[in-house]
Structures are given as structure tokens and as C-alpha cells.
């Protein structure tokens, strides 16, 4: 059964940095892309980055892009999500997500965390 748990959430002012953490079991994700998507009150849920488990090129959304940075420990099995200079518009409840192949589209994703909330205060 897969797994992906996500942690690292919390309120922190407009400014600061947080990393976020998915923790992933259940199955060989060799040949799959570990996305981060986020969703806030009222508004679809997004992309926001994704990495290839195996490594490789990462993707990440123009809002996001020179603020966050996705990464992956293969050792640990667990994905990460730095986020740095962080602005009230990043709040959100953050999922993090795992498909074969890349998409920006979350429909497409065949698993997902529970999600962890972030709130950033102006």
C-alpha cells in the first residue's frame, strides 16, 4: 500500500523559510516524478514543483521559481520542499504527490499525501 506522508507545515510570517518533508512507502518509486501541489480556500489546486525520484531535471511553477527548491533523499525515501522568502499568497494546505510521469495537472497524479497546512502572515 503507498504511502506518502507529509510533514513540516506550520505559520511563520511573510519572510521566512520553511521545508516541508513526504515520506514515501509501499512501493518502488525508481520510475516515477514526486510532485508538490498546493491548494487555498476557494482555488483549485496547483502545481508548485516536481522532481524525478531517480533525479534529474526539476520543474517548478513561475510563482514559486528562485524562491523554492524541490529535492529528494533516495536514501530516506522521503522528498522535500525548502521554501524560502516566503509571501502570504503561498498559503495553502501543500500535498505532495507521485506519478509515472511528469504533469503539471493534478487529476493525473495516482497518489497523494494527506497534505500539511502552511500559513504566512503578512
Known amino acids: 500500500q503507498v504511502q506518502l506522508v507529509e510533514s513540516g507545515g506550520g505559520l511563520v510570517q511573510a519572510g521566512d523559510s520553511l521545508r516541508l518533508s513526504c515520506a514515501a512507502s509501499?512501493?518502488?518509486?525508481?520510475?516515477?516524478?514526486m510532485a508538490w501541489f498546493r491548494q487555498a480556500p476557494g482555488k483549485e489546486r496547483e502545481f508548485v514543483a516536481a522532481?524525478?525520484?531517480?533525479?534529474?531535471?526539476?520543474n517548478y511553477a513561475d510563482s514559486v521559481k528562485g524562491r523554492f527548491t524541490i529535492s529528494r533523499d533516495s536514501a530516506k525515501n522521503t522528498v522535500y520542499l525548502q521554501m524560502n522568502s516566503l509571501k502570504p499568497e503561498d498559503t495553502a494546505v501543500y500535498y505532495c504527490?507521485?506519478?509515472?510521469?511528469?504533469?503539471?495537472?493534478?487529476?493525473?497524479?495516482?497518489?497523494w499525501g494527506q497534505g500539511t497546512q502552511v500559513t504566512v502572515s503578512s
Open positions: 509501499g512501493r518502488t518509486f525508481n520510475n516515477y516524478v
Open positions: 504527490a507521485a506519478r509515472w510521469m511528469l504533469s503539471r495537472g493534478p487529476t493525473e497524479y495516482n497518489y
Open positions: 522532481i524525478p525520484w531517480s533525479g534529474g531535471s526539476t
